[in-house]
């Protein structure tokens, strides 16, 4: 596996961090436990993963993160609890991925890693407030479901083929980045209308319908 190979994966995984850090931590064990993934030598950091404790830790962290994410607003409040947590994970989980023996690799792992993290929570995050504002609930568990599927597969894919494991996170980062614009914008939008329908006090009617 080459350093680009390598590079992504970490990029793969700590993106996918940053939507589902317990479902990666869980889902990554669970199947190097149970032999249905075989990872190479340079990833042995990984092996730490496999221990049942660690597994039933991030069960009940992914139980608890899959429910949490189904209720509107109590999405919001989790997502603001794992700010630190996810991206934290994410340059760890890179950290390991990454040439063990090579001080260089292990910052910049950790450094991009925790960024990357970082960015797809963000996104997610801000998403997540826009769908909470609509008045039904039944986008809010379409989103989140689709952002279980996902995770699951990107992250399986990204370590069967380490060449779709750079296309996964090249795709992954315009996404993120698109849709941070994107619920930016949204909620832009929303407190105007919100101004306009509902002026604070003292503000002239006319001049907040402009």
């Known amino acids: 596996m080459g350093a680009a190979e390598i590079l992504g994966l970490a990029a793969s995984v700590s993106l996918l961090s940053g939507w589902r850090l317990y479902l990666c931590v869980f889902a990554t064990g669970l199947a190097m436990r149970t032999g249905w993934i075989a990872l190479p030598s340079h990833l042995d950091a990984l092996a730490i993963l496999a221990n049942p404790w660690l597994i039933g830790i991030a069960a009940v962290g992914l139980v608890a993160e899959f429910l949490a994410d189904k209720i509107a607003w109590i999405d919001s409040f989790w997502d603001l609890v794992h700010t630190i947590v996810r991206p ?123």
């Open 88 to 210: 934290l994970g994410g340059a760890l989980l890179a950290l390991a991925i990454v040439d063990a023996q090579d001080p260089s690799w292990q910052v910049a792992a950790f450094l991009l890693g925790g960024g990357g993290a970082l960015l797809s929570h963000g996104a997610k995050a801000s998403a997540r407030a826009v769908v909470n504002a609509s008045p039904e609930p039944v986008s809010n568990i379409v989103v989140s479901s689709a952002e279980d599927v996902g995770t699951f597969g990107l992250l399986a894919l990204a370590f069967a083929n380490p060449v779709a494991a750079i296309c996964v996170a090249l795709l992954l980062a315009v996404f993120a980045v698109l849709l941070f614009i994107a619920a930016r914008r949204a909620l832009r939008r929303m407190l105007a209308m919100r101004d306009r329908l509902f002026p604070p006090p003292g503000t002239n009617p006319e001049t907040a319908k402009k």
